[in-house]
């Protein structure tokens, strides 16, 4: 390994939040924290644990009483809660997609998609990030039999038959690039070739929609998806995730996905801050107006230090300044830390080399202040080192 990419431990520390997921600041919200603690009085839960699987003894009813609240929330059919967004991503891909089915995987989707896709019995296949030329070849290739074959079950021939799937999965935040794919093009093709969608909104929860619904909701695309994964941890600032689709998945997931069954589930308190989140979400826009502006300021900033060429283009809450060079990146990250800013850099292999890059997660209780003055330092430093 690469002397520069060894990962460390790092500690707390008194910085500029410009690294979190916390895009709301929900992770410190005492009214999320009080509600909480309501709900769990009202379901008469003094627990500290779920004390096992769901599917044993786990399945409290403020379990049910929450899904039935994201269900709504979403506007779909059923929504199923896993302890993360891991567990949700390999649950899902290790399950759902058979044997001599097929997976077309945007080449920029997170691990645990891809270690999902890895665990299944299908093959993937990754296409050019948010390519739907790349992808439309993929899929004709799928149908005309051209694709290299997955390994074949006994009996099971080489050709397309009309009962094997094809799945594309996009997210519809980018983790690392914080951008979002033409979703309703997507869409468009996938109904066209009857492939099943499935996006990933980690990222986009709390940030998109009119209450913070993601992405898709905010196109009103809800009822094209196959499934959609949402993610507690991010901009929600608690913990879990949620697969999002039809009655019938929920159903199989619960009886085929082993990241499901085979865990002690989320301790109620988790579930009661999850469901508290989403009132906050539901009765208070405060966070996500603020979050917005301060996303219109960094841009605004980004322009008037002619930094425009080092970023990639998002409208989310994550930023990223490409700085080629794991040693580089890190040189100006160090930089900007002793200004008393927090902004990661994302050295490679987690992004491809050439593409290392400073992210800047912005916030709703980041200040004006505070956006103008790390863009002040970074301009300074990129254009110094
Ligand atoms: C796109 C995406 N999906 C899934 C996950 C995993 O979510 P969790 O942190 O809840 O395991 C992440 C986390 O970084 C992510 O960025």
């Given at each position: 390994m690469n002397v520069n990419s060894l990962r460390k431990l790092g500690n707390p520390n008194t910085l500029i939040d410009f690294s979190s997921n916390d895009y709301l600041g929900f992770s410190k919200n005492k009214q999320i924290y009080l509600a909480a603690s309501e709900i769990l009085k009202r379901h008469n839960l003094e627990v500290n644990g779920a004390t096992g699987s769901r599917l044993l003894s786990g399945n409290h009813s403020i379990y049910t009483e929450t899904e039935k609240i994201i269900t709504s929330f979403h506007n779909n059919d059923a929504a199923l809660i896993f302890n993360s967004g891991y567990d949700a991503n390999i649950?899902?891909?290790?399950?759902?997609?058979?044997?001599?089915?097929?997976?077309?995987?945007?080449?920029?989707?997170?691990?645990s998609i891809r270690d999902g896709i890895t665990m299944s019995n299908a093959k993937g296949y990754k296409f050019k990030h948010n390519d739907l030329d790349d992808l439309s070849k993929l899929v004709n290739k799928k149908m005309n039999n051209s694709l290299p074959l997955g390994e074949m079950s006994a009996g099971q021939s080489g050709s397309f038959t009309p009962d094997q799937n094809i799945y594309v999965v996009t997210e519809s935040v980018f983790s690392m690039d914080g951008d979002q794919p033409d979703l309703k093009a997507m869409v468009e093709?996938?109904?066209?070739?009857?492939?099943?969608?499935?996006?990933?909104?980690?990222?986009?929860?709390?940030?998109?929609?009119?209450?913070?619904?993601?992405?898709?909701?905010?196109?009103?695309?809800?009822?094209?998806?196959?499934?959609?994964?949402?993610?507690?941890?991010?901009?929600?600032?608690?913990?879990?995730?949620?697969i999002l689709g039809s009655a019938d998945?929920?159903?199989?997931?619960?009886?085929?996905?082993?990241?499901?069954?085979?865990?002690?589930?989320?301790?109620?308190?988790s579930v009661a801050t999850i469901q508290a989140a989403y009132q906050e979400l539901n009765s208070n826009d405060r966070s996500r107006i603020d979050l917005k502006s301060n996303i219109a300021i960094l841009h605004k900033e980004i322009c008037k230090q002619d930094l425009g060429t080092f970023f990639i283009t998002s409208k989310s809450a994550i930023q990223s300044c490409v700085i080629a060079g794991n040693a580089r990146v890190k040189e100006i990250s160090e930089a900007i830390k002793e200004n008393g800013f927090d902004a990661k850099p994302i050295l490679s292999p987690t992004v491809p080399e050439g593409q290392e890059r400073l992210r800047i997660c912005l916030h709703s209780y980041n200040t004006i202040v505070e956006i103008e003055n790390l863009v002040l330092h970074l301009g300074t430093f990129i254009k110094k080192v």
């Open positions: 649950g899902f891909f290790s399950s759902v997609p058979q044997r001599g089915d097929v997976i077309l995987y945007d080449e920029l989707c997170h691990a093709l996938c109904n066209k070739y009857h492939c099943h969608l499935i996006v990933d909104e980690a990222h986009a929860l709390g940030v998109f929609g009119k209450k913070g619904e993601g992405l898709i909701q905010a196109l009103g695309l809800e009822k094209e998806v196959f499934a959609r994964i949402i993610t507690f941890g991010k901009a929600l600032g608690c913990h879990g995730a949620a998945l929920k159903g199989y997931l619960v009886n085929f996905a082993r990241s499901f069954i085979y865990t002690t589930g989320l301790p109620p308190h």
